[in-house]
Structures are given as C-alpha cells and as structure tokens.
C-alpha cells in the first residue's frame, strides 16, 4: 500500500511536540499554560439567548455560503470597519472557522502550473501552520519566507528572485501577525499589491486578529486594494469570531474577494465543505453586528500589552507586539527555555521553532519562545513576571 509523498516531511503539529518535549519534566510550580491562543474574555451576552430560539435549526440542513442575514451581517461589518463595499450575494461566504477557508481557498484557486511550470505559495515563516499544508495540497512548492527583527517580522516578497515570483500563484499574509504581532501598514499592502500585480499572483491575507491592537486599528487588505484601485480578485481575505468576539468554538468565520474568486471557492465547498449548523449562523449573524462586547474585550488586551511592556522593559531585544495577543520572546533556545520555564516555574511556553520550518539561514523562530496573553490579567502578571525572573534574571 503506497502513501502520498508530499507530507512525509511534515513534521508533528505544534502542541503534540510541546508534549513530547516536557514529557519528562516535572511542573517546578502550579501550571499556567500560556501556549495556546484560545481567548478566555468573556463572550457576547446574548449568544446562549440566541442559541436557545434557534435550536429547532439543528434539524435542518444548514445553507453552505451562509444564510443571507449572515452574509449581509458581514458585509456590513466590513463597510464599517474597512469602508469596502461587498455584495452579499457573490463577494462572501460563511466559514466553519477560518482554516477551513485557508486551506479551502488555496486547493479551489491555485493553478495546476504557472508559466508552463510548477507553482509557488509564499508563506512566511515563522507562520500559522496551515499554509504550507495548503499548498502541498495544492501541488505547490512552499516557498518559506523569513520575517524577523531584519524585516519587521513581515516577510519581504519583493526580496525573492523573480523567477519564483513569476510562478507564484499565492502570498499568504497574516496581520496582525501570528506569532510576531506585527501589522502591515498601508505602505506594506501597497508594495504588495504591486508586486502581485508585475507578477500576477494572489494576496490571501489572514486578519483573525484585526481586533486586537495596541492603538489604531490595522489597514485591511480589501482597504488597501480599494485605495490603490487594485482589482477585487487580487485579494482574498479571512476573518473569523474566535479572535475578535471571544468564540472559538463557535468555529465562524468568513472569506471574501471577487466574484470570480468566490465563484470557484463556492463550487469547492459545495463537494467537500463543512457548514456552519444553522442555529450558530443565527448567533453569527448577531455577534457581527454588535461592537460593544470587541470594545470591552479590547479594552483588556490593551491593559495586556501595557502589563508586558512593563515586565519586559529591561529585557534587551524586547518588541512588544503591535497587534494580536501574543508575546514572542527572544531566549537562547526555544526548546531548552521551554523546558527550563515549566521544570523551574510551571509555566508552559511554545518554542518558537515549532510555529517555522529549517530554511538554508536556520528555523527563524528558533531563538523566540511565544506567550499567548490569554489568561485573566492576575494570572498573566504572575506567568509573565515568573517567566521573566526565570529566564532573563542571572
């Protein structure tokens, strides 16, 4: 029995290999686990009201794209936040959380060839691991990008060959960056943009964390492509309520670009998507449409990064992130201070290396450990202040 080459290089997912790498050590105190991005904020009031007058939908098949309220709750939502106008019948779709619409998108629009010749999906690296599954999915080469200190911790397209870029079908692009917290700014997306333009590929930009920022809120991908006049099938944008309202299991999230772009995206999840149950459409459809739950949340995030700043003040080569809610720490070795902030403190860190991949110049997230500030502000102050003492202080 024969088995598909293009994964075997994969190696094991993130938390199972935090698991196999403390397997052996002994909690040095009580465990705070700050490894895993899952928003403990409180979520909207009123989705368990909602939930309970919905329920009589679970028996009904449930519409793939999403009920028409919901897209048009989202496209509303987008207006406001971005000043982009969608239409709610061709330009979105309704998603059971948004890596189902990064890896979905890449398989339903990446060519078989470009230029007569394999194609490329740029991915930066480090990165939210789902991109380089996508386009060995997509018979793709995953072509790793390095973004660091050197870069803004954005990946710099513009410095691959062009002979890469002329075969690039697909730029991935998260901002607020996981796991860096960078943003790309309107400059940014404007180079982007014209780059994809000269050689012809898309912009999938991954913004799950566009609500959580230290001070203005990120440009959009769509904002930017409407400002420069760029066509609507150049980018494809992912968004998703587990970061913004609190409600990651709720698994909502949503893609949109042109219609083009949606048509084909469409006709792939019809065969082999998962929709949303009806009655969490009917919940989505409310959290999109209220902003006062993201105030409040993001009022606490904002204490958060104020909270990290201060612990970490001294700390020589500390950035703390503009965006998104994780820390990503400069250390020695991911690895060892992992083990060494769970052996001696308890505290559960990811290494760096585990979110990158070994290019020619080394694992990029190889000297960084990432902090997820999840947890309620007594408990982060204790794990950070622990994690400081531990790591930083002779």
Same mark, same amino acid.
């Given at each position: ?15 199972? !290999? ?56 989202? @496209?509303?939502?987008?207006? !406001?936040?971005?000043? $982009? ?24 629009? @990446? ?35 390095? #973004? ?34 960078? $943003? ?66 709720? !698994? ?8 083009? @772009? ?19 459409? *009917? $919940? ?21 990064? *104020?909270?990290?700043? #201060? ?27 992992? %083990? ?28 960084? %450990? ?17 994690? *400081?003492? @531990?790591?930083?202080?002779?």
């Amino acid at each position: 029995m024969t088995f598909p080459e293009r994964f075997a290089g994969l190696p094991d997912y993130a938390f199972p !290999r935090l698991r196999k790498l403390l397997a052996a050590s002994q909690p040095g105190g009580e465990v705070i686990d700050m490894t895993i991005g899952e928003p403990r904020h409180a979520m909207p009031g009123f989705v368990a009201e909602v939930l309970a007058a919905n329920t009589d939908g679970f028996a009904k098949y449930p519409p793939n794209e999403g009920t028409p309220e919901l897209r048009a709750a989202i @496209c509303d939502w987008v207006e !406001r936040r971005y000043g $982009v106008a969608l239409d709610p019948e061709s330009q979105v779709m309704a998603l059971n959380g948004t890596r189902e619409g990064l890896f979905g998108a890449a398989i339903a629009l @990446c060519p078989e060839t470009k230029g007569g010749k394999k194609p490329a999906i740029l991915v930066p690296n480090p990165f939210y691991q789902v991109y380089a599954v996508a386009a060995l999915t997509a018979a793709a080469d995953p072509i790793f990008v390095p #973004a660091t200190t050197e870069t803004g911790f954005l990946p710099d397209y513009a410095a691959i060959p062009a002979e890469i870029l002329d075969r690039t079908a697909i730029a991935y692009v998260c901002s607020p960056s996981n796991p860096q917290g960078a $943003v790309a700014d309107m400059g940014y997306w404007r180079d982007l943009l014209a780059l994809a333009e000269r050689h012809d590929f898309r912009i999938f930009a991954d913004e799950c964390y566009s609500e959580i920022y230290r001070t203005a809120p990120p440009t959009g991908a769509l904002q930017a492509a409407k400002e420069v006049g760029a066509d609507p099938e150049r980018v494809v944008i992912f968004h998703s309520l587990s970061k913004r309202s609190n409600l990651p299991g709720l !698994r909502s999230g949503f893609v949109a670009s042109g219609p083009e @772009c949606m048509l084909r995206i469409r006709q792939l999840r019809a065969y082999a998507g998962a929709p949303l149950p009806l009655p969490l459409q *009917r $919940v989505a459809e409310r959290v999109w449409a209220d902003e006062a739950h993201v105030e409040a949340s993001l009022a606490l995030y904002q204490q958060k990064f *104020r909270l990290a700043d #201060a612990i970490f003040s001294g700390v020589r080569n500390y950035v703390g992130p503009e965006g998104g809610f994780f820390l990503w720490l400069p250390v020695e070795d991911g690895e060892a201070a992992a %083990i060494k902030a769970y052996e001696q403190t308890g505290v559960r860190v990811l290494p760096g290396a585990y979110l990158g991949r070994d290019e020619e110049g080394g694992n990029p997230g190889k000297g960084y %450990i990432r902090v997820a500030m999840v947890a309620d502000l007594d408990e982060l102050q204790r794990g950070l202040t622990l994690l *400081r003492d @531990c790591i930083y202080k002779e």
